[in-house]
């Protein structure tokens, strides 16, 4: 691991402990101004923040140059570019962005008691990984079609990523908290004692890398078949 991987994988690390950092003090700063009495102004005001700072983070992977706090983001982009690493992204990267959200909920926890306890199944098992897994799935899609469609502007294509995210969160949040993301599920399964469950390894990890690997896999596929059809257009 030379110099760069040595910056992917310290801009991991800080990058996951920040995510946690943020989604978190979101909740609390619109639970302190709004209140749960009025939850539809709530819901609109957490919408708006959380579309802020996935713009920041957005920023911050651009700057650190490829620097990611998901696991599922650093598996797509091995998997789809081809190019090996795959070691590196499952021994290095990964591992990285565990302790940062890990270390990012303990230090949370200690300055905000009342933080609460982070996402969790709300009802049977596979229906959280059935969840987790097409939440996912079209993130995936969403992703990598972006990249291949080349949609050079910062602004739309974190725009467009953004709102994805967020529809697909509030939709799967009652059932599984809508994370997509399996470093912030452990960081707050390993502060609860529960990170080694049935539960946790299926909904929060098995299910995502799943349909992440199949998302990787189908736009492929669709990108096959377009190509096929653009070139017999032009021959004809």
């Known amino acids: 691991m030379g ?3 040595a910056r ?3 801009s991991d690390l800080v990058l996951a402990f920040l995510w946690v950092w943020a989604g978190s003090l979101v909740k609390l700063f619109v639970y302190r101004t709004v209140g749960p009495g009025t939850p539809h102004e709530a819901e609109l005001l957490k919408i708006a923040l959380s579309v802020v700072y996935m713009f920041f983070f957005a920023w911050l992977e651009k700057l650190t140059g490829g620097g990611s706090y998901n696991p599922l983001t650093v598996l797509i982009y091995t998997v789809a570019g081809g190019n090996g690493g795959y070691l ?3 021994l290095c990267r990964i591992p990285a962005q565990m302790l940062g959200a890990v270390s990012g909920v303990w230090l949370l926890k200690e300055v905000f008691p009342q933080i ?3 996402p969790r199944v709300n009802g049977h098992i596979h229906h959280g990984a059935l969840v987790e897994g097409l939440a996912t799935f079209a993130v995936v899609m969403v992703s990598l079609t972006l990249k291949h469609k080349e949609v050079n502007s910062f602004f739309m294509k974190t725009w467009i990523s953004s709102i994805s995210k967020m ?4 939709l799967s949040s009652d059932l599984t ?3 997509m993301n399996p470093a912030s599920a452990f960081g707050w399964a390993f502060a609860r004692g529960d990170h080694v469950t049935l539960e946790h390894v299926l909904v929060y990890w098995v299910a995502p890398l799943q349909a992440a690997l ?3 896999w189908a736009v492929r596929q669709f990108t096959k078949a377009q190509n096929a059809d653009e070139t017999k257009t032009k021959s004809d």
């Open 167 to 170: 529809t697909l969160h509030i």
């Open 88 to 90: 590196f992204a499952a």
């Open 8 to 10: 992917l994988v310290v």
């Open 116 to 118: 609460g306890h982070g």
């Open 177 to 179: 908290g809508g994370i």
């Open 214 to 216: 199949f998302g990787v």
């Open 3 to 5: 110099r760069a991987g």
